[in-house]
């Protein structure tokens, strides 16, 4: 195989390759270097029998981030407060995503889900993503994971039924959320503590992520009243800081906020929608989680 048909072969399926890695991993620099392990295993080895490279790459894929997933969690365990994905751009603008992107574009991909996937063992997180995010079949998941299919469907129906039981339940509107998140910042620029608690649900969740390296609330901040009253006082502190500005942009599917500070992204926010009301906030600001953003 000429050296140009395999670096050819393996651009075709690097979307579908990331996307597999990031569900997994939720952090796109682990994702990316699970994708460069496994280029340089895919120009190493002997592709003589390789009938179906996709299917090839994504097994090698898939073991490569079951194996960093299980070294991460153990990571996690020590995390400074709450953990959540590291956001993913996945605004292409006016450009028509082909198959293998609109695949990463997926609702597996929102923060929601990925943070319960977070819940899941690294068998029951592959299985999942393979069957639930790309429609393998068992029988190939079983090779992938080198596992009996009875084993995988067993898998994937625990893995399932976790996820259903804790996914929230999001409005998929942009257009609706973006609304919706405007009307939220002006009401915090604004210091209009009423206004922002009439669009906040009596049980909204702010979780924020810092990892310990930048301020944000160390446990999930819960209530109207709470999360209304952190999020008004937390506008006024930001009032006072010069050269500080904010744009939208899509992550993860779906509309966000960054903030950014002297030119450089300081934190980016996205809301949870549903019944018009703000069900989340999620809140990133660990540094490292915004390098690829920048």
């Given at each position: 195989m000429a050296t140009d048909t395999v670096i050819d072969l393996f651009e075709e399926h690097r979307p579908v390759l990331m996307g597999v890695a990031y569900r997994m991993l939720g952090r796109v620099a682990d994702a990316e270097d699970v994708v460069q392990d496994a280029w340089l295993r895919w120009s190493q080895a002997d592709r003589a029998d390789v009938r179906e490279p996709r299917a090839y790459l994504v097994r090698i894929t898939t073991r490569l981030a079951v194996d960093r997933l299980r070294q991460a969690q153990s990571r996690r365990e020590s995390y400074v407060g709450p953990w959540l994905?590291?956001?993913?751009?996945?605004?292409?603008?006016?450009?028509v995503p082909d198959t293998a992107e609109q695949?990463?574009?997926?609702?597996?991909?929102?923060?929601?889900?990925?943070?319960?996937?977070?819940s899941l063992s690294p068998l029951e997180r592959a299985v999942f993503v393979l069957r639930e995010a790309f429609g393998l079949p068992f029988a190939e998941i079983a090779t992938t994971l080198e596992r009996g299919e009875a084993a995988v469907r067993q898998l994937a129906a625990r893995a399932r039924k976790h996820v259903e039981e804790r996914r929230p339940r999001f409005d998929v509107d942009p257009a609706q959320q973006r609304d919706l998140t405007?009307?939220?910042?002006?009401?915090?620029?604004?210091?209009?503590?009423?206004?922002?608690?009439?669009?906040l649900a009596p049980d909204v969740a702010l979780v924020g992520d810092s990892g310990g390296k930048s301020k944000a609330p160390v446990r999930v901040i819960e209530s109207a009243d709470k999360v209304g009253r952190f999020v008004h006082g937390a506008a006024r502190q930001g009032a006072g800081q010069a050269d500080t500005s904010y744009r939208f942009l899509e992550l993860?599917?779906?509309?966000?906020?960054?903030?950014?500070?002297?030119?450089?992204?300081?934190?980016v926010i996205q809301l949870g929608v549903a019944d018009g009301k703000i069900q989340q906030v999620y809140i990133v600001r660990n540094p490292d989680k915004l390098q690829s953003l920048l």
């Amino acid at each position: 195989m000429a050296t140009d048909t395999v670096i050819d072969l393996f651009e075709e399926h690097r979307p579908v390759l990331m996307g597999v890695a990031y569900r997994m991993l939720g952090r796109v620099a682990d994702a990316e270097d699970v994708v460069q392990d496994a280029w340089l295993r895919w120009s190493q080895a002997d592709r003589a029998d390789v009938r179906e490279p996709r299917a090839y790459l994504v097994r090698i894929t898939t073991r490569l981030a079951v194996d960093r997933l299980r070294q991460a969690q153990s990571r996690r365990e020590s995390y400074v407060g709450p953990w959540l994905p590291e956001p993913l751009v996945t605004d292409f603008g006016p450009r028509v995503p082909d198959t293998a992107e609109q695949a990463v574009l997926a609702d597996s991909v929102s923060l929601a889900v990925l943070v319960v996937l977070e819940s899941l063992s690294p068998l029951e997180r592959a299985v999942f993503v393979l069957r639930e995010a790309f429609g393998l079949p068992f029988a190939e998941i079983a090779t992938t994971l080198e596992r009996g299919e009875a084993a995988v469907r067993q898998l994937a129906a625990r893995a399932r039924k976790h996820v259903e039981e804790r996914r929230p339940r999001f409005d998929v509107d942009p257009a609706q959320q973006r609304d919706l998140t405007e009307r939220f910042l002006a009401a915090a620029a604004d210091g209009d503590l009423e206004g922002l608690m009439k669009m906040l649900a009596p049980d909204v969740a702010l979780v924020g992520d810092s990892g310990g390296k930048s301020k944000a609330p160390v446990r999930v901040i819960e209530s109207a009243d709470k999360v209304g009253r952190f999020v008004h006082g937390a506008a006024r502190q930001g009032a006072g800081q010069a050269d500080t500005s904010y744009r939208f942009l899509e992550l993860n599917g779906a509309p966000a906020v960054a903030f950014l500070v002297g030119g450089k992204i300081d934190a980016v926010i996205q809301l949870g929608v549903a019944d018009g009301k703000i069900q989340q906030v999620y809140i990133v600001r660990n540094p490292d989680k915004l390098q690829s953003l920048l």
